[in-house]
C-alpha cells in the first residue's frame, strides 16, 4: 500500500536552471525509503519541496504528489499542507533560539489542538503535561529540566530528540528527514537512528530519509533511491543497491563510502558510464 | 553540474540584486556631479558675488531667479551653489581626513595591541559617551566660531567610530596567516601595519567614510545653523538656513527651503553611493 | 554574572570621569574671556576682574582644574554667568520639558522603525521594501532644522493642523500643577483633559519630527534582523508545522529582531536627547535643556554649556550601560550573541 507517491518532479531556480529533474518515488507504510546522493544532487530540495519550504528563488516547476491517496501537490500549486512533518539537519539552529523547549512545545500544541477542534480549548498548564510527556516518549530522561532550557543551553542531540518529538506530536503520516544525524557524534548519531526506527514501528508511519551517508542509509532504510545531478540513477531495495548495484554511480558511491575503490572503475576512468 | 547550476543561479541572483540597485547609483552620481558641476560653473559665470547685494528683496522664485532672493536681495540659486563647492568639498575633506586619521589609529592600535591599545580603546570610549553634534558644538564653541574650527570638531566626533571599525577588521587581518609569514620573514610591527593590516582592512572604512561624508554635510550644516560654523554672509546652506528662519515665518518660504533641498540631495547620494559600494565590495 | 555586572559598572565610571576631564579641557580652550562677558560689554577693567576673581577664572589652570573635578563630585556643574544660577538647578527645572519631548520622540522613532522594518522584511525584495529604503535615505539625508522649518510653514502656518511652535502649551493655558513634570501626564492627573489635548496637540510635531528623522537607523538593524530570522532555520521549522504566517513574523520574526533594537536605541537617544533637541527646542520656544544649551553657546556662557555638556555625557553614559544589562537580560544568549 503506498503512502507517498512523487511523480515527475521537477524543480527550478527563477533563472530556469534545473536542480531536480522528473523525480518520482513512492514510500509505503511504515517503511522508510532513502535518498542518498552528494551534496548538490537535489536530495534536500526535494525534500525541502514536499511540504512547500523551498528557499526565495526555487520552485517546483512541474510533477505531482500524493499522500494517502490525497493529491496534494500539483506543479508549482501546493493544494493542501500534507500530514507530514519534518526533521531538519542541524537541529540547534532549527530551534527558535529566544524561546525556551517548553514554549516551542506549548506553541506547537496549542496550534495543533486549534486546528483539530475550534471550540475545544486545553489549559496550558495541561500543554505543559503534554509537552512533559512528549519528552519522555523520545527518550529523555529529565523532561521537566528541558523543557526550561533554551536550545543552546542543550547538545545537538537533544535538540533533535526535541525536534522528533515535536515532529511526532503532529501525528504524521510521513516524516521527512533531512540529514538528521549530520554533524553529531557517532555514538548520538545510533540514537537518533534507533529513535527513528523506534517511532516508526510505534506508530507505522512512513518516512523519507534523506542522506549522503550510504552507511546510515545501510541500517535504516528498506528502499533507496540514488540520485546524482537532480535525477534519481537508481531506486530499490537496500540490498539490491549494495549487492547487486545496477549503476555506474551508484557503485563509485558505494567505493567511496568503503574507502576502496573498484577496480574496474577506476581503470575506465569513466564515471557517470 | 548541479553543483555548478546553483553557483550560477546565486551569481544570477547577485547579479540581479546588483541591476536593482545601480539605477540608484546612477541617480546618485548624477545628482552629486550636476550640483558640484553647477557650484563650480554658476559663480564663475554669474559675473558677481554670492554676498552682492543686487537685487530687490524677497522676489519669489522665476525664470529670472530660479529660487528667488532672499531679505537682502542676493540671488538665492547663486548662493546655493556657491555653497555647494564649500560643502561638499567640506563633507569629502571631512571623510578623507575621518578615514585617514581614524583608520591610521585602528591600524597601529590593533598591531600594537596591550598599552596602545587599552589607551585608544579607552580614548574612543570617552569621545563616543558624548552624541557626535554635542561634542562637535561644544569642541567649537570652545575653539571659537569659525568654519575651520567646525570641520575640525566634525572631524574628531567620526574619528572614534572608524577607529573602532578599522581596529576591529584589523584584528580578523591580524590574526591571518599571511600576517604571520611577514612576521617570520623579519618584517617590523611597523612594516605590517602599514604594508599589510592597513590595505587589507581597508574595505569597510572606506564604505563607512562615503557614509561619513553624508553625516558631516549635515552636521557640519546643523554647526553653521547654530551660528558656530559658517558666519553670514558667507554662503553655505546651513547658514543660509538660519538667514532665511525670520523671512520664512513671514511667508517667504524660498531662502530657507532651497539650501535644505540641497543638503537633502547631496546627503541622500553620498548615502545610495555608499550602499552601492557596500554591496559591490561585499 | 557578578564580574560581568562589575566590570561593566567600572567601565561606566570610568567613562563618566572621562567625560568630566574631557569637558574640562575642550572648554579651557575656549578663547573667548567668560569674565568680561559677564560683567557686561562696557564694564571697567576693575569690575571685569572682580568677576574673574568671582569665579576664580584668575586662578592657573591646575588649581581651576582640581576645583572643578571637587565640584564635580559633588554633583556641582557651577554657576551660569548669564542668569548667577547654579547650572544644575536651571537643568533640573528643564529636564522635564525635554524628558516629555524625547521619550515621545524615542517612541515615535521606536514604532516606526520597528514597523517599517518589519514590513520592508516582510516584502523583501519587492516594491514595499524598495519604498521604505527610499523612506530610510531621505530621512537620514533630511536636515532637522531645515523640515522643521518646512513643516512649520506649511503645517503649522499654511494648514494649521498642529499649534503654533510657542512652548509647551498653547496661550491661554495654564500649566498643570506640577507632578511627574511631563504636562500631558500632569493634566490627565489633575482630571483636565483639555489642557491635556493642548498640550499633546503641541507636542506632537516636535516629537514627530525627531522621531521620523531618528527612526532610519532603526528600521535598518530591524529589516535586516528580521530578514534573518525570517530566512532562518527555526523559521522553516515552524513554516513545516504549518504555523499562520502571523504567528511566524511575531513569534520567529520580530521577536529575534527586536533585541539588536535594544541597542540601537541608545543612539536614538543621543539624537532626541540632545543633538536634534537642541535645534528643535531652539525653532520651537520649548523650554527644555537644549533651549537652554542654544542660549549658553549665544551668549558664550562657558559654564552653561559646560554643565549642559557634562549633563549629556554623563547621563549618555548611564542609558548606554543601562540598555547593555538590558540586552544582557532580554538575550538569552548573551555570549552567542556578539557572534550572530
Keep these: ?273 | 553540474m548541479a553543483v555548478v547550476d546553483a553557483g550560477a543561479d546565486l551569481r544570477g541572483n547577485v547579479v540581479s540584486r546588483l541591476r536593482m540597485g545601480n539605477p540608484a547609483a546612477v541617480v546618485a552620481f548624477a545628482v552629486l556631479g550636476t550640483i558640484l558641476v553647477l557650484g563650480i560653473v554658476v559663480p564663475m559665470v554669474a559675473g558677481s558675488g554670492s554676498v552682492a547685494q543686487e537685487y530687490q528683496g524677497l522676489l519669489p522664485p522665476s525664470l529670472e531667479h530660479p529660487f528667488g532672493t532672499d531679505r537682502y536681495g542676493r540671488d538665492v540659486f547663486l548662493r546655493c551653489m556657491a555653497a555647494a563647492r564649500i560643502d561638499i568639498a567640506l563633507g569629502l575633506a571631512v571623510a578623507i581626513a575621518v578615514l585617514v586619521i581614524g583608520s591610521l589609529i585602528g591600524a597601529i592600535s590593533a598591531t600594537f595591541g596591550r598599552g596602545i591599545d587599552a589607551v585608544v580603546m579607552r580614548a574612543t570610549d570617552v569621545l563616543l559617551a558624548f552624541p557626535g553634534v554635542v561634542l562637535a558644538l561644544v569642541i567649537t564653541a570652545s575653539l571659537g566660531k569659525n568654519p575651520w574650527y567646525a570641520a575640525i570638531a566634525v572631524v574628531i566626533a567620526f574619528v572614534p567610530l572608524l577607529v573602532r571599525l578599522t581596529r576591529s577588521k584589523a584584528l580578523e587581518v591580524r590574526s591571518a596567516d599571511y600576517i604571520a609569514a611577514a612576521r617570520l620573514s623579519g618584517a617590523s610591527t611597523w612594516q605590517v601595519a602599514v604594508q599589510h593590516v592597513l590595505p587589507n582592512s581597508f574595505k569597510y572604512p572606506l564604505v563607512q567614510s562615503t557614509l561619513v561624508a553624508s553625516w558631516a554635510i549635515l552636521d557640519f550644516a546643523a554647526l553653521s545653523f547654530l551660528g558656530v560654523g559658517v558666519q553670514p554672509p558667507d554662503a553655505e546652506w546651513g547658514a543660509m538656513i538660519a538667514e532665511g528662519v525670520g523671512d520664512n515665518l513671514l511667508g517667504s518660504w524660498w531662502p530657507s527651503f532651497f539650501p535644505g533641498l540641497m543638503i537633502l540631495l547631496t546627503a541622500a547620494s553620498f548615502q545610495v553611493i555608499g550602499d552601492w559600494l557596500d554591496r559591490r565590495l561585499r | 554574572m557578578l564580574t560581568t555586572t562589575g566590570k561593566r559598572a567600572g567601565v561606566a565610571l570610568l567613562s563618566i570621569l572621562g567625560v568630566a576631564v574631557l569637558t574640562f579641557f575642550i572648554t579651557q580652550l575656549l578663547p573667548g574671556d567668560p569674565a568680561r562677558i559677564a560683567a557686561g560689554q562696557y564694564a571697567s577693567a576693575d569690575q571685569v576682574a572682580q568677576v574673574r576673581a568671582k569665579y576664580g577664572l584668575d586662578q592657573s589652570v591646575p588649581v581651576q582644574f582640581a576645583q572643578y573635578m571637587a565640584d564635580f563630585f559633588r554633583l556641582d556643574l557651577g554657576t551660569s554667568i548669564r542668569t548667577d544660577q547654579p547650572v544644575r538647578d536651571e537643568l533640573t527645572s528643564r529636564l522635564p520639558a525635554t524628558l516629555e519631548l524625547g521619550l515621545t520622540a524615542l517612541l515615535i522613532a521606536v514604532l516606526l522603525g520597528v514597523g517599517l522594518g518589519v514590513t520592508a522584511a516582510v516584502h523583501r525584495y519587492r516594491i514595499g521594501d524598495r519604498l521604505v529604503q527610499i523612506f530610510v535615505v531621505l530621512a537620514s539625508a533630511t536636515a532637522v532644522f531645515w523640515i522643521a522649518l518646512v513643516a512649520i510653514t506649511t503645517l503649522v502656518n499654511g494648514w494649521g493642523i498642529f499649534n503654533s511652535p510657542t512652548g509647551r502649551l498653547p496661550r491661554g493655558f495654564a500649566p498643570p500643577d506640577h507632578v511627574t513634570g511631563l504636562y500631558v501626564v500632569d493634566a490627565l492627573l489633575a482630571g483636565d483633559p483639555q489642557t491635556a489635548g493642548a498640550a499633546l496637540r503641541t507636542l506632537l510635531l516636535p516629537a514627530l519630527l525627531l522621531g521620523v528623522l531618528a527612526s532610519p537607523s532603526i528600521v535598518k538593524i530591524v529589516r535586516s534582523a528580521t530578514i534573518r530570522a525570517l530566512e532562518s532555520d527555526f523559521a522553516r521549522t515552524s513554516r513545516s508545522f504549518g504555523y499562520p504566517a502571523r504567528s511566524i513574523l511575531v513569534q520567529d520574526g520580530l521577536r529575534n529582531s527586536l533585541l539588536p533594537v535594544i541597542t540601537n536605541v541608545g543612539l536614538v537617544a543621543g539624537f532626541v536627547l540632545a543633538g536634534g533637541d537642541v535645534i528643535i527646542e531652539q525653532l520651537f520656544a520649548w523650554p527644555g535643556i537644549g533651549g537652554y544649551a542654544y542660549s549658553s553657546l549665544q551668549e558664550n556662557d562657558l559654564f552653561a554649556l559646560r554643565g549642559y555638556v557634562i549633563a549629556i555625557g554623563v547621563a549618555y553614559v548611564l542609558i548606554n550601560t543601562a540598555l547593555e544589562f538590558v540586552y544582557g537580560w532580554a538575550d538569552p544568549r548573551v555570549n552567542l550573541a556578539e557572534g550572530s
Design chain 1, 1 to 273: 500500500m503506498s503512502l507517498l507517491t512523487v511523480r515527475g518532479l521537477s524543480i527550478q531556480t527563477r533563472t530556469g536552471a534545473g536542480l531536480v529533474r522528473d523525480l518520482s518515488l513512492d514510500v509505503r507504510e511504515g517503511e522508510v525509503v532513502g535518498i542518498v546522493g552528494e551534496s548538490g544532487s537535489g536530495k534536500t530540495m526535494t525534500a525541502l519541496s514536499l511540504l512547500g519550504l523551498l528557499p526565495d528563488g526555487v520552485h517546483v516547476s512541474a510533477g505531482e504528489a500524493e499522500l494517502s491517496g490525497q493529491r496534494f501537490l500539483d506543479g508549482p500549486r501546493l493544494l493542501m499542507r500534507p500530514n507530514a512533518t519534518m526533521i531538519f539537519q542541524n537541529p540547534t539552529a532549527a530551534l527558535n533560539p529566544t524561546m525556551r523547549i517548553g514554549a516551542q512545545l506549548v506553541r506547537l500544541l496549542r496550534f495543533l489542538d486549534r486546528s483539530a477542534d475550534s471550540n475545544g480549548r486545553r489549559r496550558n498548564g495541561d500543554r505543559h503535561d503534554r509537552a512533559a510527556a512528549l519528552l519522555s516518549s523520545v527518550g529523555i530522561d529529565d523532561p521537566a529540566a528541558v523543557l526550561g532550557r533554551y536550545p543552546h543551553q542543550l547538545s545537538g542531540g537533544m535538540n533533535q530528540r526535541v525536534m522528533i518529538a515535536m515532529a511526532i506530536a503532529a501525528r504524521p503520516s510521513l516524516l521527512i528527514a533531512d540529514e538528521p544525524t549530520t554533524g553529531l557524534d557517532v555514538t548520538v548519531q545510533a540514537q537518533i537512528l534507533g529513535l527513528i526506527r523506534a517511532t516508526v514501528a510505534e506508530h507505522g508511519i512512513g518516512v523519507l530519509f534523506v542522506s549522503h551517508d550510504m552507511g546510515v542509509i545501510a541500517q535504516l532504510c528498506q528502499r533507496v533511491a540514488v540520485m546524482y545531478d537532480g535525477e534519481i540513477r537508481e531506486f530499490a531495495g537496500v540490498d539490491d543497491v549494495f549487492h547487486r548495484p545496477r549503476d555506474g554511480y551508484t557503485r563509485e558511491l558505494l567505493a567511496a563510502a568503503s574507502d576502496q575503490p573498484l577496480p574496474e572503475e577506476v581503470a575506465d576512468g569513466t564515471r557517470t558510464g
